[in-house]
């Protein structure tokens, strides 16, 4: 028997007879979270590159200056 095999018998036994949607159902699950911590990680880096390139341009944020300074 193979790895494979041997797992299969187990998470039927354990599943049920819908053993191979829960597994995919989770799977996908996996799959899309790791996608959206990607997307979040990129953009991350993106707006800081942004802000850098902003802030290294010369302009100033409104929330920089003081109230006298309107």
């Known amino acids: 028997m193979s790895l494979g095999t041997s ?5 039927g036994t354990s599943l049920g007879p819908y053993a191979s ?3 995919t159902a989770y799977l996908a699950a996996t799959v899309v979270v790791a996608v959206l911590i ?4 990129i953009d991350y880096r ?7 390139a902003l802030d290294e341009s010369g302009v100033v944020r ?3 200056r003081g109230a006298t300074e309107l």
């Open 7 to 11: 797992l299969e018998m187990s998470l």
């Open 38 to 41: 990607a997307w979040i990680a």
């Open 62 to 64: 409104r929330s920089g």
């Open 21 to 23: 949607f829960i597994v």
């Open 46 to 52: 993106s707006q800081t590159h942004r802000l850098r």
